[in-house]
Every structure is written in structure tokens, then in C-alpha cells.
């Protein structure tokens, strides 16, 4: 059960700090945001802003955040179709219902015979019981009700994706996998402080494992190793280089304390390191320091060591072929996340952040449907100086949607052999 939990929290924070992204620079550039959506699948719960929706979906495997004209079709008020309109005392229509069946008493039935909510902002039809159309215009304010209930804002075309800026657009679109960075950036900083500090690289000792060769040799923390076989020591990584090449063979290590120098013998234990290779330890950990600039730096070092092991993953198979193993879905964070409930907190602050990182580097990928694919669009059309022809744009959409469907297949049933062998 906590295995869930920690996944559902984990994966949500994700989406909802990634979606917020989109939102917020959509906002700002303009753009209608007609629904922030937490999960997928049916409506569970919702809450109607003044402009924006926000819901929360059934499945808990992503969200999105829905953008007036941004791959969506307009509202679909074909001829023929029943509505239910309200209007205000002006006859400016407030709210146009599709739901079927439903009971609106205050509300009037229309059988739709025109209608046009992006650009003149009217819809024509026969109201119930009357024989003669009539015709109503409809408030860049007003709700249209989806059949299954979800109660959005129209969409007039100026507040549409396709009116912002190219520039808006661009930030709009890469506004998410930036607040994947960020949040990556903001749990590490958080790991540093909550794990006491964040490693130096001095030549003090920090913590000592017990019944390591450095505990048994006498050495204890804060302990200032000056030299090992007589080669002067000044950092923690020196330290390392000056042990690694005698595993298992004996070293003097001259130590600093209250003032007083003191060699102590001691035997690195030889750690497989695969390979045939052994790495030699001696049982000791780095100072740590809650030094906020170290700190607040830690946190970007660590972020930054993950994007580049991603890209080298990514860059290695160019070289080796595309291997589906390298690639997890959602079985495998969740298999993950269980794995690393058992650490805690400080676990879990780990996981988030790779977590993080990862998703907004893999949504970065020039795919059509991810952003790094509505990225390459913003860019292309700003070479060009104008956009692609909408049905060029929809076949590649299509294309990209229906490659990340076979791509997330494919990856949640490898998931699932893997999790059962």
C-alpha cells in the first residue's frame, strides 16, 4: 500500500509541477487554457475556474493541460444537433449545453441549424416549440458543457494556440520539461539539507562504516588524513586515488587529531567492481557541509549529472541499435518507487528528482505529440515565416500519436516481463 501511495504522490507532483508549466506561460501569452486535467481517462472530480477546469481523472498516468486550438477540433455544433442554451436578459447566450438528456428547465432546448464560436460568435436554430429559427450571439464568456459533463470555455480565435506569438508558443511548449528540470533541481537541494549536508571534498573524515578497515585501524570522524605511504593528502578525491591501487594490501595512513599526528596500518578491502576489477575501500565517508550556497550548487550538479547520463544512454544507442530496455513506463516507476519506499524520505527525494529529470529530457525528444515535437513545429515555422498547412501539422500529429502509442505499449509489456521474470 505505501508502495502505491509513494507512487501515485510521486507521479502526480511530476505532472501536475510539468502541466503547470504549459499553464502558466500559456496564461501569459494569452491562450485560453480551457482544462487542467490530473490523470486520464473519465472525470472523477472537477472544479470550474474562472476561465479554466480543473479536473481530476480516474487513471493516475499523466495529465494534460488542454489549450484553445491546440490539437483539439472546435466545438462541434453540427446541424440537426439539440442543445440547450441560457442566455442572459440581453439574449446573449451564458452556456451551451450538449449533454443529452439532460434537465434544464431554466435552460432553452435548440435544435442547432448554424453556428460559429471562433470567429462572429452566434448560434442559429429553432428554439423548442416554435417553428421559425432564430438567431443568437454568444459571449466570448460562456460556457460550452461536453457531453460527458465537462463545462468549458468557448474559445474565441484570438484567445486560440494559433493567435500567440511565435515566441509565446515556443516558451508555452517548453515550459513543461523546464519545470521537470526545476523541480529535479529543487528535491536534490532538498535531499542536501534533509540528509544533513552535502558531501566536501576535504580531506576531513565525515562518517566511518563499523567493522570497515578504518574503524578497526582506529580512525574516527573528523579525522584529517594528511598522508597515505608518505604522499601528502589535501582532498577527499585525493584520498581515493591514493588507495585505489592497494586493495587488499596493507597502508599507513597518517592521520591529524586535537593537533597530534599519528600513522595508523590498516587493509583496504577489495570491492568487486566487475570486470575482473577491484576497487579498494577503506570504510569512509566525505564531510558533509550545510553550507546553503554548497548546497543549493549540489543541486544542480546532481540534476545536471543526470541529464548527461540520459543523453549518453541516448547518444550510445545511435552507435548500438534501440534497445526497448532502456526505456521504463509506468510499471517500472511504480516496481522503482516501491523499491525505494524502503530508504525513506531521502529515497524518495532521489527518485523524484531522477524521475523528474528524466521525463522532461524524454519529452524533449523531436516525437511528434511531445513537446519536442511541437517545439520542432514552432521552429520550423519560424525558418519558414509561416506555419505548416493545418493538414500537413495534423498528419504528423497523427504520425507522432500513433508512434508514442506503440512506443508506450511496447515499453509497458517489456515492464511487465521484466517485473515477472
Not at 102 to 116: C, K, R, W
Not at 165 to 194: E, K, Y
Not at 401 to 411: H, P, Y
Amino acid at each position: 500500500m505505501q508502495a502505491i501511495i509513494a507512487f501515485i504522490l510521486i507521479f502526480s507532483i511530476i505532472v501536475i509541477v510539468h502541466e503547470f508549466g504549459h499553464y502558466f506561460f500559456a496564461k501569459r501569452a494569452g491562450i485560453l487554457v480551457r482544462e487542467f486535467a490530473i490523470g486520464m481517462g473519465p472525470k472523477i472530480y472537477h472544479y470550474e475556474g474562472d476561465e479554466t477546469t480543473y479536473t481530476i481523472r480516474l487513471l493516475p498516468i499523466g495529465g494534460y493541460v488542454r489549450m484553445a486550438g491546440l490539437e483539439e477540433t472546435e466545438d462541434s455544433l453540427a446541424k440537426g444537433m439539440q442543445v440547450v442554451i441560457e442566455t442572459d436578459k440581453n439574449e446573449t447566450v451564458q452556456s451551451i449545453s450538449t449533454v443529452e438528456e439532460e434537465q434544464n428547465f431554466s435552460g432553452l432546448p435548440l435544435e442547432v441549424i448554424d453556428a460559429d464560436l471562433e470567429d462572429q460568435m452566434f448560434i442559429e436554430g429553432i428554439p423548442f416549440g416554435e417553428s421559425q429559427p432564430r438567431r443568437f450571439s454568444v459571449s466570448e464568456k460562456a460556457f460550452f458543457i461536453e457531453p460527458d459533463g465537462t463545462k468549458l470555455k468557448v474559445a474565441p480565435r484570438h484567445r486560440q494556440y494559433q493567435s500567440a506569438s511565435i515566441g509565446h508558443r515556443l516558451m508555452t511548449n517548453f515550459a513543461g520539461p523546464m519545470n521537470n528540470f526545476i523541480l529535479a533541481i529543487v528535491a536534490f537541494i532538498i535531499l542536501g539539507f534533509v540528509q544533513g549536508g552535502v558531501p566536501t571534498n576535504s580531506n576531513i573524515i565525515g562518517d566511518v562504516q563499523p567493522n570497515s578497515p578504518a574503524a578497526e585501524s582506529g580512525i574516527k570522524a573528523d579525522d584529517e588524513i594528511i598522508a597515505i605511504n608518505d604522499e601528502n593528502i589535501l582532498s577527499f578525491e585525493a584520498m581515493g586515488k591514493a588507495i585505489e591501487p592497494h586493495s587488499d594490501e596493507k597502508i599507513t595512513v597518517t592521520i591529524k587529531r586535537d593537533n597530534q599526528t599519528r600513522d595508523l596500518q590498516l587493509t583496504p578491502e577489495g570491492v568487486d567492481a566487475g570486470e575482473n576489477k577491484k576497487v579498494a575501500k577503506i570504510g569512509v565517508m566525505p564531510k558533509r557541509t550545510l553550507n546553503p550556497i554548497k548546497v543549493i550548487g549540489n543541486g544542480f550538479v546532481l540534476a545536471w549529472q543526470i541529464v548527461a547520463a540520459v543523453f549518453a544512454v541516448l547518444i550510445s544507442m545511435f552507435k548500438t541499435g534501440f534497445d526497448i530496455n532502456n526505456f521504463g513506463g509506468p510499471v517500472y516507476m511504480y516496481q522503482a518507487t516501491s523499491q525505494v519506499v524502503s530508504l525513506g524520505v531521502t529515497g524518495l527525494l532521489s527518485w523524484l528528482g531522477a524521475l523528474s529529470v528524466n521525463l522532461g529530457i524524454v519529452n524533449l525528444l523531436p516525437i511528434p505529440a511531445l513537446d519536442g515535437g511541437k517545439l520542432v513545429l514552432n521552429i520550423i515555422e519560424l525558418i519558414r515565416g509561416k506555419p505548416l498547412s493545418p493538414k500537413v501539422e495534423g498528419y504528423i500529429n497523427v504520425i507522432g500519436v500513433v508512434l508514442v502509442f506503440i512506443l508506450m505499449i511496447a515499453v509497458t509489456w517489456n515492464d511487465i516481463l521484466r517485473f515477472f521474470s
